[in-house]
């Protein structure tokens, strides 16, 4: 039973990037997913979460209107669409199965110029 996350990387501000968390070991399409990310000297924070069909989604009110969280529940991944980034992005993300307490290792991302 796990979760990994890819996709981070280095990204100027204003630019993109796509996270990818792939899912093993449980029947993924039945659990809602979140987003969590921390920054240096901060507490964790959820992102963004999604229902298990996909229908409903919610976002932190720093993140709403840049990100978008998404999953296909026949490939067992759930992504999370980072447009516009800010350097206050900066932090390692990581996917979570709130319902099973199970998190993924993370995937630094740096928004910097």
């Known amino acids: 039973v796990q979760l990994v996350e890819s996709g981070g990387g280095l990204v100027q501000p204003g630019g993109s990037l796509r996270l990818s968390c792939a899912a093993s070991g449980f029947t993924f399409s039945s659990y809602n997913m979140q987003w969590h990310r921390q920054a240096p000297g901060n507490e964790r924070e959820l992102v963004a979460s999604i229902s298990s069909s996909g229908r409903w989604t919610n976002y932190a009110v720093s993140v709403k209107g840049r990100f978008t969280i998404s999953r296909d529940n026949g490939k067992n991944t759930v992504y999370l669409q980072m447009n516009t980034l800010k350097h206050e992005d900066t932090g390692v993300y990581y996917c979570?199965?709130?319902?099973?307490?199970?998190w993924g290792q993370g995937t630094q991302v740096t928004v910097s110029s």
């Open positions: 979570n199965c709130a319902s099973k307490n199970l």
